[in-house]
């Protein structure tokens, strides 16, 4: 089986990648020249929005050194989106999650942070 085809940054056939291309509807949040951030269709707390590179990456298992940037603007635009959201701050909170593969439920396999907050989130998780 060959791998979908790609046209230097987005992989053909990705969800993620239609939706930082605009082809795929999305309620987005933040957009910058690294990353784009939209709120998860299906949240699991009050504020669930995920944040993913504009360059197609497949999952935290396949970043390398060559990922520096992309990784770095993913952790200042989940900050960037936590801070819009009032839940950043000294006095609030949110949780990053980064699923890698079926066992963690990472139904799609473009690399992105969920920022999950709005509420006590427990621990352990899952």
Same mark, same amino acid.
């Given at each position: 089986?060959?791998?979908?085809?790609?046209?230097?940054?987005?992989?053909?056939?990705?969800?993620?990648?239609?939706?930082?291309?605009?082809?795929?509807?999305? !309620?987005?949040?933040?957009?910058?020249?690294?990353?784009?951030?939209? #709120?998860?269709?299906?949240?699991?707390?009050?504020?669930?929005?995920?944040?993913?590179?504009? #360059?197609?990456?497949?999952?935290?298992?396949?970043?390398?050194? !060559?990922?520096?940037? !992309?990784?770095?603007?993913?952790?200042?635009?989940?900050?960037?989106?936590?801070?819009?959201?009032?839940?950043?701050?000294?006095?609030?909170?949110?949780?990053?999650?980064?699923?890698?593969?079926?066992?963690?439920?990472?139904?799609?396999?473009?690399?992105?942070?969920?920022?999950?907050?709005?509420?006590?989130?427990?621990?352990?998780?899952?």
């Amino acid at each position: 089986m060959s791998a979908p085809a790609t046209d230097g940054d987005r992989m053909d056939g990705c969800l993620f990648c239609g939706i930082v291309a605009g082809d795929v509807p999305a !309620e987005v949040v933040w957009s910058d020249d690294h990353t784009v951030a939209f #709120r998860d269709i299906n949240p699991a707390a009050p504020v669930h929005v995920l944040v993913v590179p504009r #360059r197609h990456i497949t999952n935290a298992a396949e970043v390398t050194p !060559e990922h520096a940037v !992309e990784v770095a603007a993913l952790f200042a635009a989940a900050r960037a989106v936590a801070d819009a959201e009032g839940v950043g701050g000294p006095d609030r909170g949110y949780r990053l999650v980064a699923n890698v593969g079926p066992d963690a439920l990472n139904s799609v396999p473009h690399l992105h942070l969920h920022v999950l907050a709005g509420r006590r989130l427990e621990w352990p998780p899952g």
